[in-house]
């Protein structure tokens, strides 16, 4: 069993920054890679990044590379997503998972993630 709490979120001004947290326990965190979803009203949710286990490969929707880095620390167990230039298309609940499996394809999708957190809100104000 693993339980995730996001933190960080809020509402920002267009241009500015923000560094989501997700925090872990239970099960070893460590063996596990995780990822970021975001859902806006009335839409899907959608892949933004993904980091292994080991933090040595990290993965991004076309779509956010470039603005949003992904990392994790395994000594606090926290998983951490640092958005920048924030654009009101950027407004969305973000949530993190965590999934046992490590092949890269199915990190980019939410079905193969086992556990979820709540999710922040990012409110972005332009």
């Known amino acids: 069993q693993v339980q995730l709490v996001e933190s960080g979120g809020g509402l920002v001004q267009a241009g500015g920054s923000l560094r989501l947290s997700c925090a872990a326990s239970?099960?070893?965190?460590?063996?596990?890679?995780m990822g970021w979803f975001r859902q806006a009203p009335g839409k899907e949710r959608d892949f933004v990044a993904a980091?292994?286990?080991?933090?040595?490969?990290?993965y991004y929707a076309d779509s956010m590379k470039g603005r949003f880095t992904i990392s994790r620390d395994n000594a606090k167990n926290t998983v951490y997503l640092q958005i920048d230039s924030l654009k009101s298309e950027d407004t969305a609940v973000y949530y993190c998972?965590?999934?046992?499996?490590?092949?890269?394809?199915?990190?980019?999708?939410?079905?193969?993630?086992?556990?979820w957190g709540q999710g922040t809100q990012v409110t972005v104000s332009s």
């Open positions: 980091i292994t286990w080991s933090g040595g490969n990290t």
């Open positions: 998972a965590s999934t046992a499996s490590s092949r890269p394809w199915t990190l980019l999708r939410p079905d193969y993630y086992g556990y």
């Open positions: 239970g099960r070893a965190f460590s063996s596990y890679a």
